[in-house]
């Protein structure tokens, strides 16, 4: 086999594996938005237990990725590619990261009574999983307008965490005694909205990829 067609082959298998990583960040965040709002915690400690597959996933991509730059000669579009998935495992293993840490918050519930407290996590929870399944659609896809349209969505959940803090606060306000409450619910919207962040992040560089254009830098 020739040395290109050797590289295209390892690229198609970079490619691949980060959609694998992306199915299962985006499955780790629909399971542990289902466990908090279902209260089921089994599926919450799945949610915990499997996020070791993502973090494997991405040593075995980065690996890969280093591996091809040292190896290999690669072009300004190979370049491309290999710097896209490099950024993008970062922030899907984060987002891995953060559905694993709702999960683990998602245990300390009793009962459904205190989602009460913030009406509007339920809807923030359905803006954030949804800004995952098209971020990694946007990339399978190579599709800009979902990645521009998936950027735009931020804008919805950082104003629902405006909400939900300030009905926590009266919460708070309320009854003090529901202030541990309280704070697990308000670190359940941070991870929420950092989900979000990390979404928009996978956006851009979808973009990057396509365009060779960053908001941080237009180089490649």
């Known amino acids: 086999m020739r040395p290109r067609s050797r590289f295209d082959d390892e690229l198609e298998d970079l490619n691949i594996k980060l959609i ?10 629909s399971d542990s938005v289902k466990a908090l709002l279902t209260n089921r915690p089994e599926l919450a400690k799945s949610v915990i237990a499997n996020d ?4 494997e996933l991405e040593k075995i991509i980065e690996q890969k990725c280093l591996k091809l730059l040292m ?3 690669p072009v300004a579009r190979d370049l491309r590619v290999i710097s896209t998935a490099l ?4 922030d899907l293993e984060r987002i891995g990261d953060q559905a694993a840490d709702i999960a683990d918050l998602t245990l300390r ?3 459904q009574e205190q989602l009460s407290f913030a009406k509007n996590i ?3 929870a359905d803006i954030a999983k949804s800004m995952v ?9 190579n599709d800009l307008d979902l990645a521009t349209n998936t950027i735009k969505k931020d804008d919805e959940v950082d104003d629902l965490f405006d909400v939900v803090k300030e009905e926590l606060i009266q919460t708070v306000t309320k009854d003090k005694d529901k202030a541990d409450q309280a704070i697990d619910l308000m670190m359940i919207a941070k991870y929420l909205e950092r989900i979000g962040d990390h979404a928009v992040n996978v956006c851009e560089w979808v973009i990057f990829y396509s ?3 960053h908001k941080k830098t237009q180089i490649l």
């Not at 694998?20 to 965040?29: C, S, V």
């Not at 070791?52 to 973090?55: C, L, V």
């Open 109 to 111: 519930f009793n009962d």
């Open 133 to 141: 399944k098209s971020c990694i659609e946007a990339y399978i896809k």
């Open 87 to 90: 950024k993008m495992i970062t």
């Open 211 to 213: 365009t060779g254009l």
């Open 122 to 124: 339920s809807p923030m």
């Open 71 to 73: 190896l290999q000669q």
């Open 52 to 55: 070791r597959n993502i973090d």
């Open 20 to 29: 694998e990583m992306g199915a299962l960040a985006q499955e780790a965040i």
